[in-house]
Protein backbone atom coordinates (compact mmCIF):
# COMPACT_ATOMS: atom_id res chain seq x y z
CA UNK A 1 0.00 0.00 0.00
CA UNK A 2 1.07 3.42 -1.15
CA UNK A 3 1.11 6.09 1.65
CA UNK A 4 -0.77 9.27 0.32
CA UNK A 5 1.39 12.43 1.95
CA UNK A 6 -1.58 14.39 4.25
CA UNK A 7 -3.31 17.13 2.58
CA UNK A 8 -2.17 20.39 3.64
CA UNK A 9 -4.31 23.10 5.29
CA UNK A 10 -2.14 25.71 3.88
CA UNK A 11 -3.84 25.13 0.50
CA UNK A 12 -7.31 25.32 0.99
CA UNK A 13 -6.73 28.33 3.64
CA UNK A 14 -5.07 30.23 0.45
CA UNK A 15 -7.94 29.33 -1.34
CA UNK A 16 -10.57 30.61 0.81
CA UNK A 17 -8.55 33.82 0.98
CA UNK A 18 -8.46 34.31 -2.47
CA UNK A 19 -12.45 33.76 -3.18
CA UNK A 20 -13.14 36.17 -0.37
CA UNK A 21 -10.46 38.47 -1.84
CA UNK A 22 -11.84 38.19 -5.44
CA UNK A 23 -15.59 38.37 -4.28
CA UNK A 24 -14.94 41.78 -2.31
CA UNK A 25 -15.31 43.42 -5.86
CA UNK A 26 -13.48 46.63 -6.89
CA UNK A 27 -15.54 49.52 -6.10
CA UNK A 28 -14.04 51.75 -8.56
CA UNK A 29 -14.93 49.53 -11.38
CA UNK A 30 -18.49 49.00 -9.71
CA UNK A 31 -18.83 52.95 -9.90
CA UNK A 32 -17.66 52.96 -13.57
CA UNK A 33 -19.48 49.95 -14.44
CA UNK A 34 -22.56 51.84 -13.04
CA UNK A 35 -22.23 55.03 -14.83
CA UNK A 36 -21.54 53.21 -18.62
CA UNK A 37 -25.07 51.70 -17.67
CA UNK A 38 -26.28 54.92 -17.25
CA UNK A 39 -24.69 56.52 -19.52
CA UNK A 40 -26.01 53.87 -22.01
CA UNK A 41 -29.60 53.96 -20.77
CA UNK A 42 -29.52 57.57 -20.75
CA UNK A 43 -28.37 57.42 -24.92
CA UNK A 44 -30.61 54.74 -26.15
CA UNK A 45 -33.83 56.43 -24.98
CA UNK A 46 -36.01 58.01 -27.47
CA UNK A 47 -35.32 62.02 -27.44
CA UNK A 48 -38.87 62.39 -25.93
CA UNK A 49 -38.02 60.26 -23.20
CA UNK A 50 -34.14 61.40 -22.15
CA UNK A 51 -35.18 63.66 -18.86
CA UNK A 52 -35.45 60.55 -16.71
CA UNK A 53 -32.59 58.83 -17.67
CA UNK A 54 -30.81 62.23 -17.21
CA UNK A 55 -32.04 62.65 -14.14
CA UNK A 56 -30.79 59.37 -12.86
CA UNK A 57 -27.26 59.77 -14.31
CA UNK A 58 -27.62 63.89 -12.82
CA UNK A 59 -28.17 61.90 -9.37
CA UNK A 60 -25.19 59.11 -9.29
CA UNK A 61 -23.39 59.82 -6.66
CA UNK A 62 -18.83 59.26 -7.69
CA UNK A 63 -16.36 58.73 -5.60
CA UNK A 64 -13.11 58.61 -8.29
CA UNK A 65 -11.84 61.13 -10.33
CA UNK A 66 -12.06 59.53 -13.62
CA UNK A 67 -15.78 58.31 -12.99
CA UNK A 68 -17.17 62.05 -11.96
CA UNK A 69 -14.98 63.11 -14.90
CA UNK A 70 -17.04 61.46 -17.39
CA UNK A 71 -20.19 61.30 -15.38
CA UNK A 72 -20.02 65.23 -15.91
CA UNK A 73 -19.01 65.64 -18.81
CA UNK A 74 -22.05 63.22 -20.11
CA UNK A 75 -24.47 65.27 -18.11
CA UNK A 76 -23.14 68.50 -19.61
CA UNK A 77 -23.71 67.29 -22.94
CA UNK A 78 -27.41 65.32 -22.17
CA UNK A 79 -28.66 68.48 -20.34
CA UNK A 80 -28.35 70.79 -24.27
CA UNK A 81 -29.60 68.04 -26.04
CA UNK A 82 -32.78 67.13 -23.82
CA UNK A 83 -32.97 71.25 -23.58
CA UNK A 84 -33.37 71.22 -27.39
CA UNK A 85 -35.62 68.65 -27.80
CA UNK A 86 -37.81 69.79 -25.05
CA UNK A 87 -37.87 73.67 -27.10
CA UNK A 88 -38.25 71.35 -30.36
CA UNK A 89 -41.40 69.05 -28.90
CA UNK A 90 -42.47 73.05 -27.09
CA UNK A 91 -42.46 74.55 -30.87
CA UNK A 92 -43.90 71.70 -32.61
CA UNK A 93 -47.13 71.66 -30.29
CA UNK A 94 -46.88 75.77 -30.25
CA UNK A 95 -47.18 75.34 -34.17
CA UNK A 96 -49.65 72.35 -34.57
CA UNK A 97 -52.08 73.95 -31.98
CA UNK A 98 -52.03 71.47 -29.13
CA UNK A 99 -50.06 73.89 -26.92
CA UNK A 100 -51.96 76.24 -24.53
CA UNK A 101 -50.40 79.32 -26.97
CA UNK A 102 -51.48 77.95 -30.16
CA UNK A 103 -53.77 80.47 -31.33
CA UNK A 104 -51.09 83.23 -30.28
CA UNK A 105 -47.99 83.15 -32.97
CA UNK A 106 -45.64 85.73 -32.02
CA UNK A 107 -43.56 85.38 -34.55
CA UNK A 108 -40.75 86.96 -32.43
CA UNK A 109 -40.97 84.83 -29.82
CA UNK A 110 -41.25 81.50 -31.67
CA UNK A 111 -38.52 82.77 -33.21
CA UNK A 112 -36.08 83.28 -30.32
CA UNK A 113 -37.45 79.75 -28.73
CA UNK A 114 -36.15 78.15 -32.45
CA UNK A 115 -32.74 80.01 -31.67
CA UNK A 116 -32.03 78.72 -28.41
CA UNK A 117 -33.61 75.57 -30.03
CA UNK A 118 -30.42 75.26 -32.36
CA UNK A 119 -28.33 76.76 -29.92
CA UNK A 120 -29.15 74.45 -27.40
CA UNK A 121 -28.39 71.20 -30.37
CA UNK A 122 -25.29 72.51 -31.18
CA UNK A 123 -23.90 72.81 -27.75
CA UNK A 124 -24.82 69.47 -27.67
CA UNK A 125 -23.17 68.26 -30.55
CA UNK A 126 -20.08 70.07 -29.41
CA UNK A 127 -19.80 68.69 -26.17
CA UNK A 128 -20.84 64.71 -26.87
CA UNK A 129 -17.69 63.87 -28.12
CA UNK A 130 -15.89 64.25 -24.82
CA UNK A 131 -18.70 62.36 -23.04
CA UNK A 132 -18.09 59.50 -25.45
CA UNK A 133 -14.03 59.80 -25.29
CA UNK A 134 -14.15 59.43 -21.22
CA UNK A 135 -16.94 56.46 -21.30
CA UNK A 136 -14.27 55.06 -23.65
CA UNK A 137 -11.58 55.33 -21.00
CA UNK A 138 -13.52 54.29 -17.81
CA UNK A 139 -14.26 50.90 -20.22
CA UNK A 140 -10.74 50.69 -20.84
CA UNK A 141 -9.24 51.59 -17.84
CA UNK A 142 -11.73 49.50 -15.38
CA UNK A 143 -12.81 46.54 -17.79
CA UNK A 144 -16.28 47.18 -18.01
Known sequence: MIAHPAPSRGIPSLLAILVVVSCKGDPARDEAANLVRLASD???????AKRAPL???ASMPCSFPDVCAARDACIDAFRH???GMELGASLHASLDGSAPDAGTHDSTA???RLL??????EEANAR?????????????????
Open 42 to 48: LRDAPNH
Open 55 to 57: DRL
Open 81 to 83: HVR
Open 110 to 112: LGI
Open 116 to 121: EMNVEI
Open 128 to 144: MPLCDEKIASLRVAHKV
